[in-house]
């Protein structure tokens, strides 16, 4: 009984780590504080070789999807303006007809926030992207995220 719960446990493992491979990127999300009631959530992106998300600014007409965070706003904190990124490459894409942004090996994005309440906050929410290799493209589920401040 406990060699199949092993074998169980490690097929699990197994399963879920090759799927976490496919993803193609890896996120790291956390708080910075930056004075008495403001913090900076800070999204980092690692990126596998030869892969690229696009720019969390949306293009003009029928493009890319571009990277999207939400935030769960509960009253216990604001968003302080808007979601900025590291500096993106920007090119003429030939599949789409437009000029594009996007980012190769890693990526940050970062969203200042308000405290509202005194205490433990949590700050959660989802982000979504489009990953592409040479003009084979994915898009992974939206990835729920969660920082306590």
Known sequence: MIKKLLL???GILFITSAHAQLLHTLWNV??????????DIVFTVKIDPQFHIY??????????????????ENGAFQLVGKLKES????????GFGLVVSYF?????????????????????GKYEYEIC????????PAKKFSVEI
């Open 104 to 124: 190769e090996k890693t990526a940050t994005f970062t969203q200042r926030i308000k405290v509202l309440k005194p205490g433990k906050v949590t700050i959660d």
């Open 87 to 94: 500096k993106a490459k920007s090119e003429m894409d030939d």
């Open 8 to 10: 169980l446990t490690a």
């Open 133 to 140: 290799k040479e003009g084979a493209c994915e898009f992974p």
């Open 30 to 39: 956390k708080a910075v504080k930056v004075n008495t009631n403001e913090y």
């Open 55 to 72: 720019s969390s600014i949306p293009v003009e007409g029928v493009g890319p999807r571009a990277t999207e965070v939400r935030f769960n």
